[in-house]
């Protein structure tokens, strides 16, 4: 069998890592593993070995199963650490759970979806599409995801939209059209009755560059009968107001940086 090699390897190496990741807490078999991706079983082996060699990978227990290896939660915590957008955006994000009492989200772009980077939970907990930290949703679903869509570039809005309109139909969902992604912009705030969970509602802004590129959002997940009218207009009114104060520090930080 021909070895897998260069840029074709990686690719089918981090493949690999989202598929562990998204295993239960048991862990996943190999075999499991390889059908799941795709690949021949001595290829996924060899690759997984690898990853297993540095840390990314590791046995769940005594257990053959795989799961994540501690060098995953090494480097996100050397990049906690040294600063970025989790660090400058957790007091904001523990105001507003304070002030609303509902559950504060961070998202941020990762290719073709939207990626929770921090969640805080005021008195009322509710489940959501992404889950958990690290969970992610397509750019396109969700009052956070779809938020950092509306304010892409058109070209780079299109081409997602093209790519993902399938993945969030599966899902039982109808993609957001140029008008409804405008009345964002519009309006600088995006809400939503969740169709996946019923009673759930969310409502996202955007953090924005002085150029007006999405960095991220912040988010509430809340239930319909804590989220009405004028009480949304409230706590929109103090997200948008944590999302100038982030936007703030981040040019700031920027601008130290530079001089």
């Not at 593993?33 to 021949?40: I, K, N, Q």
């Not at 046995?59 to 501690?70: F, H």
Request: with cysteine.
């Amino acid at each position: 069998m021909k070895a897998v090699g260069g840029a074709q390897a990686l690719e089918r190496g981090l493949v690999l890592l989202e598929a562990i990741a998204g295993a239960p807490a048991e862990g996943v078999r190999l075999a499991d593993l390889a059908e799941r991706c795709g690949l021949e079983p001595p290829t996924a082996h060899r690759l997984v070995a690898a990853l297993e060699r540095y840390g990314f990978v590791g046995r769940v227990g005594d257990s053959r199963r795989l799961g994540l290896g501690p060098k995953l939660f090494q480097l996100a915590s050397l990049s906690e650490d040294q600063g970025g957008l989790v660090v400058a955006a957790r007091a904001g994000l523990l105001r507003l759970a304070s002030y609303s009492g509902d559950c504060m989200f961070l998202m941020a772009r990762s290719g073709f979806d939207a990626v929770c980077l921090d969640r805080q939970d005021g008195e009322y907990t509710i489940r959501s599409l992404t889950g958990h930290i690290g969970g992610a949703t397509p750019l396109g679903l969700g009052p956070g995801s779809t938020t950092i869509l509306a304010h892409l570039p058109k070209d780079e809005r299109d081409a997602i939209l093209a790519a993902n309109r399938r993945r969030i139909e599966a899902l039982g969902h109808v993609p957001p059209s140029e008008d409804d992604l405008a009345r964002i912009r519009e309006r600088g705030h995006y809400y939503e009755v969740s169709k996946s969970i019923a009673g759930i509602v969310g409502a996202a802004v955007p953090i924005l560059t002085p150029k007006g590129r999405p960095i991220a959002a912040l988010a509430i997940g809340a239930t319909e009968a804590r989220l009405p009218e004028p009480r949304l207009a409230a706590v929109i009114a103090r997200m948008q107001e944590e999302a100038s104060l982030l936007n703030l520090t981040i040019a700031n930080s920027r601008a130290a940086v530079r001089s």
